[in-house]
Every structure is written in C-alpha cells, then in structure tokens.
C-alpha cells in the first residue's frame, strides 16, 4: 500500500489557467498537459454565479442540478483524503443507500430519465428532481472538488473563447471521461471482478428497465447486489482499494487507459435511450448513444491537442480591425445590465450580444478600430493595458469581434 504521504501531489488540485483541477489528472494525462494553456473563463464566476440573475438558476445548486457519474477511485481519493470534510459523509450515504456501483456513481435509469425531462423542460439551473448529492448548499460549494469528474471540472456557463471555447471544452472532457471509463473499468478487473460478466449484468437487465430503480432514483436491491457480488457490504473498501491501486500505478495511468479494452452496455443503454418519452427524445439525442464502439484515446488525446493549437490564434504579421458589426460603448449600467456586469465602465457591442471591459481592456480594444498590423509595436502598445495580451487578442479573434479578413 502506498501512503499518502508519498503522494500528497493527488490531494492537491493542478491549477492550469487559474482552475483547480483535479489532483489525479496530473497522472492520467501525458505530462504535456501540464504545460498547456487553459483559457481563464473568468465571466463563469462561481463565487458570484451570474446565472443566478441572468437565467433564474437556483441560488444554491446553480448549475450542479445534475447527477454526476464519479468514478470509482475518485470517490476512493477523496474517502482516503483526511481534509476533505462533509463530502466524505455525503460519499458514505450514497453508498448506504445504494448510489454507488463498483465503477463509481452513475444515475440509474430513473435518475436518468428525470435528467432529461429537467433538461427538456429548460430546468435545468432550475429544477428540484435531480440534485447533485455531492453538493454542500449551506455552503455553496462541491463537496469533493479535487475528485469531480471530467464533465464538472470542464463545465463553464460562459466561454470566453466563443464556439472555440466550447470545442476546447468539449475535447478535453470527452478525453478525460474516454480516461475515467477506462480507468474505473481497469480496476474492476485488478480487483477481482470478471468485466465482460459484469457488464452482462446491465444486459439481462435491459428488458426490465423498472425494476432496475427504487422509488427513491437509487439501484434496486436486486441489480445492485448483483453488480457488487463478492463485494457486496465492502464497498467503502472498494473503493480506498480502487483508490490505492491508482496510486500505486500513477506513473503509469494514461498508459493504462489507453490500452484497457472499454466494455459498454449497449442493450441496456440502448433501452433506456428508449424509454425516454417522445416529447423528450430532442434532449435525450443531445446526449451521443453509445454505440459499442469505444473512441481510442490516443486519438482523444490529437484531436485534444489540435483543439488546443486552435485555440490560440496569433496572426503575427496580419491587418487587424474590429469586425464591421462591432462597436464599443459606455455601459450602461441600467437594469437591462445584471448586476453582475455593472461593475465594468464598458462594453464591447455585437448584435445583442455583448461583451464586458474595464478601462485597460477598452483601451486595447480602442487599438483595433482602424486596422493595425499585428507587430511586435502593437504588442508593446498592449501590455501597457493588458496583463496578457496574447491571449486577449486570441480571444477577441475567436469570439469574432477582431478579424483579419477585412482589414486586407
Ligand atoms: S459555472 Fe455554474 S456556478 Fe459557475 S458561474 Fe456558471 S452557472 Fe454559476
Ligand atoms: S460533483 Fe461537485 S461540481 Fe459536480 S455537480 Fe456535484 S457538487 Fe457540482
């Protein structure tokens, strides 16, 4: 066994881009990662969430108004994690009442069903049927952060960067979630479960969908004794186990999940796409139908990589100017304003969307109203307003509120 000592790396985040990211991904990605640029996604400010204001979400569970699939080691990280507080209590009660299965937690099929009628419904933010139980609402706060999984550590209501943004965000969270399946599947079999019979389990289950569920959303007794089998009424110890194993291999763990065969339950998933109400089927189709096909992670991990050099545009050399939709003015600071964004003095106008400046930003932008070559003149003209100017501009270019076609 590994102490923790030797491996406090875990239990603290890795902060890339100003977000505390889990500990752990430090090892489950090639160590390249560590020295990519993240976009600061500064107008998701979750300290003072502007959904609140903006699209009526819930004061306390804001955008955790959704059921997260844990997996197994995070929830065995954070159990094996001395300062984690109430989310270690939160961790045991979703065990004792049936929430957590050997690959983690994972919505059963009436979680999942009331997920996309939340979402159908424009609830979410909003709703009361599908709360996260890892949430802390006195406090406001995640209460296993540093081991969230890879869709909320990679959510942003706001991306700074535009669609660009949102394909970013979505290449690293689909890598990371290729990672975590494969990982949680991995221990599974280190720890003495037969993978290709666990995931028949799902299957024979596929035709009684119903009965897979109690009343209160979690795991029916019967399917969920038999995916614990030999583990049943040990699950804490799977878990610090499963947690153990990850870190007794962390040097080796994106090695390890790209190599582990992903196994997936394509009867059982298929049945509970079709149980889904027809009034409900666009939202449920937001969500891809696993097929049976796993995507290789290696491959995750390139495309990742090219959404990254996408990112950051940097046309050194180029005629710069404001897109001809766009223009600069004074914010208002009215009620049409949410409170959120009166504090800046201006506002980038396009269309009807906007995008809020303090003075230095105005400033830069002001550079761009008549084209301007991007030199290294203009960089220095930059960074006597801008803390990073670089990745301003890259972001203006992305959200398409500069552009190089025009000036030419
Ligand atoms: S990410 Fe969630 S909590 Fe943070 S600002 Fe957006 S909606 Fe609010
Ligand atoms: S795990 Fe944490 S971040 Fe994710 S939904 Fe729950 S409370 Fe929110």
Redesign the pocket.
């Known amino acids: 066994m590994v102490s923790i000592s030797e491996n406090s790396e875990v239990f603290e985040p890795l902060i890339l881009g100003g977000h505390p990211l889990p500990g752990l991904w430090k090892f489950m990605l090639p160590e390249d990662f560590q020295y990519f640029r993240l976009p600061r996604e500064q107008e ?3 300290s003072a ?3 609140i204001e903006k699209q009526g ?1 819930r004061e306390d569970y ?2 955790c108004t959704y059921y997260p699939r844990i997996p197994n080691f995070m929830l065995g990280l954070a159990l094996r994690d001395k300062n984690l507080g109430p989310g270690r209590d939160r961790i045991l009660s979703n065990i004792k009442n049936r929430f957590v299965i050997p690959e983690g937690t994972q919505a059963s099929p009436s979680v999942w069903l009331d997920s996309v009628v939340q979402n159908s419904e424009d609830l979410f ?1 909003k709703g009361r049927d599908v709360l996260c139980p890892f949430l802390i609402p006195e406090q406001r706060r995640c209460g296993i952060h540093n081991y969230r999984n890879s869709v909320c550590s990679s ?4 991306m700074s960067h535009g669609p660009v943004g949102v394909e970013f965000w979505d290449h690293l969270q689909s890598l990371i979630l290729q990672i975590e399946t494969a990982l949680a599947q991995w221990i599974l079999s280190e720890l003495g479960v037969d993978v290709d019979e666990y995931y028949k389990i799902f299957d024979r289950w596929a035709s009684d969908l119903p009965a897979c569920s109690g009343r209160d959303g979690s795991w029916s007794e019967d399917i969920y004794r038999e995916l614990w089998g030999d583990w049943l009424g040990r699950e804490e110890e799977f878990l610090v186990a499963s947690a153990d194993l990850v870190l007794a291999r962390q040097e080796s763990l994106y090695e390890i999940a790209s190599k582990f065969p992903i196994r997936q339950t394509k009867s059982f998933e298929k049945a509970t796409y079709e149980a889904v109400p027809e009034v409900h089927q666009k939202e449920r189709d937001r969500e891809p139908y696993v097929d049976g096909i796993a995507v290789p992670i290696d491959r995750l991990w390139y495309e990742f990589q090219a959404q990254h050099k996408n990112l950051w545009v940097f046309p050194l050399g180029k005629l710069l100017a404001w897109m001809s939709d766009v223009s600069l003015e004074e914010n208002p600071k009215d009620e049409s304003v949410p409170s959120f964004y009166r504090k800046f003095p201006y506002r980038i106008v396009q269309g009807r969307r906007y995008q809020y400046l303090n003075n230095q930003e105005a400033e830069a932008f002001r550079l761009f109203q008549s084209p301007v070559e991007l030199n290294s003149d203009l960089l220095g003209a930059m960074d006597r307003h801008l803390e990073d100017p670089r990745a301003k501009l890259s972001q203006w270019l992305n959200r398409g509120l500069l552009t190089t076609e025009l000036a030419e």
Do not use: K, L
Not at 155 to 158: A, G, N
């Open positions: 998701s400010n979750c969430c502007p959904q979400f804001r955008c933010g959510f942003y209501c706001e």
